[in-house]
T-cell receptor
């Protein structure tokens, strides 16, 4: 069966510190992967998506970046966090039938 | 960026049908309509999707108008656990999925 894992689940970081959120999927190969962010009380904002290793499409200009070093691994990074980076970060992968399957999310608080 | 319009909130009595509307007037002929829901502090959960015909699964029914400009998600017998934010999404050609702000459904005992 297919599963998706995100970590860490929660983290508190100071402004200006780096960030690394990791997402891995199991039970599938060559998945389309996505990073979304949800600010408090808001909807989901598509940040990045990837159709394969090393292939990243950015939806919103910001101080975040994404990488896909392996087929089933998707990483969200920042060199220097801003207060506005606080939020709930969700990784998702797309089934062959089209629907998205989401991970449990990583809640980031920047202080 | 979202191509759908939903009411921000709705209430429904427990045990009654919950009918959640969505407008997608600019939908193209090959774009599917997807519905997800998000319970507080969790990742969104897929519910159902459709192209032209009405669809039903164990969770819900999806009614799409003949002109495809709007749709309705029906939860036939709402329970307290159905309280969540419901998102209607039109899948843009390609790989992008854009979520709007959704409808916050509250099921009242």
């Amino acid at each position: 069966s297919q599963t998706i894992h995100q970590w860490p689940a929660t983290l508190v970081q100071p402004v200006g510190s780096p960030l690394s959120l990791e997402c891995t999927v199991e039970g599938t190969s060559n998945p389309n992967l996505y990073w979304y962010r949800q600010a408090a009380g808001r909807g989901l904002q598509l940040l990045f998506y990837s159709v394969g290793i090393g292939q990243i499409s950015s939806e919103v200009p910001q101080n975040l970046s994404a990488s896909r070093p392996q087929d089933r691994q998707f990483i969200l990074s920042s060199k220097k966090l801003l207060l506005s980076d606080s939020g709930f970060y969700l990784c998702a992968w797309r089934f062959n039938t089209g629907e998205l399957f989401f991970g449990e999310g990583s809640r980031l608080t920047v202080l | 960026d979202a191509k759908t319009t939903q009411p921000p909130s709705m209430d429904c009595a427990e045990g009654r049908a919950a009918n959640l509307p969505c407008n997608h007037s600019t939908i193209s002929g090959n774009e599917y309509v997807y519905w997800y829901r998000q319970i507080h502090s969790q990742g969104p959960q897929y519910i159902i999707h459709g192209l032209k015909n009405n669809e039903t699964n164990e969770m819900a029914s999806l009614i799409i108008t003949e002109d495809r400009k709007s749709s309705t998600l029906i939860l036939p017998h709402a329970t307290l656990r159905d309280t969540a934010v419901y998102y209607c999404i039109v899948r843009v050609a390609g790989n992008q999925f854009y979520f709007g702000t959704g409808t916050s459904l509250t099921v009242i005992p």
